[in-house]
C-alpha cells in the first residue's frame, strides 16, 4: 500500500519554512531561514509578520499535517532525528564504548576487531568520524559552504554591468 502522497507548497520557500517548522525550530526563525536567500536584509518585525502569515496558510496547514501524519506511520527518520545522532557521533567519548554490550552508544562503533591470545585480549574500536559528521549536519542544516560560495557567485554575476551594446 502507497503512502499518500504530500501536498508540496507551490512556493519553496513556503515548504522551507514548514520544514523548520517540523524540524523544531521557532516560527520567527523557520521563516528567516526559509526566506534568508532572497531577503537577505530580513529584519526580526517582519519575520514575525512573514511567520503570522505562513502560519495560516491553507498550502503549509496541509503540508503541515501530511507530514506529521506520514512521520507518525513512518519508518523513515526526521531531519532532527538525523541530527541528533550526528550530534552523538560528534560527542561520544571513544574510551566509554565497549563490545561487550554494557554501552547504550553501540550504534557509535563503526567497526572492531579482538584479538586473543593464552596471555592476552586485545580490542580494537574504530568511532564513525567525527568530521564527516559535522558534515553532514551542515548540509542538513543547510550550510554547506559550497552552496553559499555558488548561490554568492551567482548574485554577484547578476549583479554586473550589462556591456553597452553599440548600434552601427
Known amino acids: 500500500m502507497t503512502p499518500p502522497a504530500i501536498p508540496i507548497p ?3 520557500r513556503h515548504q522551507r519554512y514548514a520544514d523548520g517548522i517540523l524540524d523544531g525550530l521557532q516560527g520567527r526563525e523557520a521563516y528567516r531561514l526559509a526566506f534568508r536567500p532572497s531577503t537577505p536584509k530580513l529584519t526580526i518585525a517582519s519575520a514575525d509578520t ?3 502569515r505562513l502560519k495560516k496558510n491553507q498550502e503549509v496547514i496541509n503540508y503541515l499535517r501530511a507530514v506529521r501524519a506520514a512521520s507518525a506511520t513512518s519508518t523513515v527518520l526526521t531531519v532532527t532525528e538525523k541530527r541528533e545522532f550526528l550530534a552523538r557521533v560528534v560527542r561520544t567519548d571513544i574510551t566509554t564504548l565497549s563490545i561487550d554490550g554494557g554501552g547504550k552508544d553501540g550504534d557509535m ?4 576487531s579482538v584479538n586473543e591470545s593464552e596471555s592476552s ?4 574500536l574504530e568511532k564513525h568520524d567525527p568530521l564527516k559528521a559535522i558534515d553532514l549536519d551542515n548540509r ?4 554547506d559552504p559550497t552552496a553559499n560560495l555558488l548561490t554568492e ?3 554577484a554575476l547578476q549583479n554586473l554591468p550589462k556591456p553597452a551594446v553599440s548600434k552601427l
Open 121 to 124: 585480549r586485545n580490542v580494537r
Open 109 to 112: 562503533i563503526k567497526s572492531y
Open 140 to 143: 542538513i542544516a543547510g550550510e
Open 10 to 12: 507551490r512556493d519553496p
Open 50 to 52: 512573514g511567520h503570522k
Open 153 to 155: 557567485l551567482a548574485q
